[in-house]
């Protein structure tokens, strides 16, 4: 028997660089989805499991994921992507601004989101100056 080559087809290889990393997420109504990195917009801690504001289509949407802050950030192998505190990993391709006193982020979307937790202004001068 004779084996078979393994080869690459020269679209879509593993190292083409125009194909964009996904990953994968539990949505509550559309179930398991990949999303592409470049629509997250920001993962928050809860427990076992994170939740991760996405934009799906024209709309954004909360999906979930079983695993850690860390362990999520590992999978987005990207710099725009940065953990700022103990509970939030941020998207800085998208993030446009913080208000300190009402705990607001401001996404360039247009988007705006309250956050639970305190961030340090810090955080952004140093991205932002």
């Avoid at 194909?19 to 997250?40: A, C, F, R, Y």
């Avoid at 079983?66 to 990993?89: M, T, W």
């Avoid at 006193?101 to 140093?126: A, C």
Wanted: proline fraction near 2%; include cysteine.
């Amino acid at each position: 028997m004779k084996k078979k080559k393994t080869t690459q087809s020269k679209k879509g290889g593993a190292s083409d660089p125009a194909k964009k990393k996904q990953v994968h997420l539990m949505h509550p109504e559309l179930g398991n989805i990949w999303v592409s990195t470049d629509k997250i917009l920001i993962a928050v801690s809860g427990g076992h499991k994170i939740k991760v504001l996405v934009l799906i289509s024209k709309s954004y949407d909360w999906c979930e994921r079983s695993c850690s802050l860390n362990d999520f950030l590992n999978l987005l192998d990207n710099k725009n992507f940065e953990r700022i505190n103990k509970f939030y990993v941020i998207n800085w391709a998208l993030a446009m601004g913080h208000d300190h006193k009402e705990k607001r982020i401001t996404f360039i979307t247009g988007f705006s989101l309250i956050l639970d937790h305190k961030i340090n202004p810090s955080v952004f001068k140093k991205r932002y100056l």
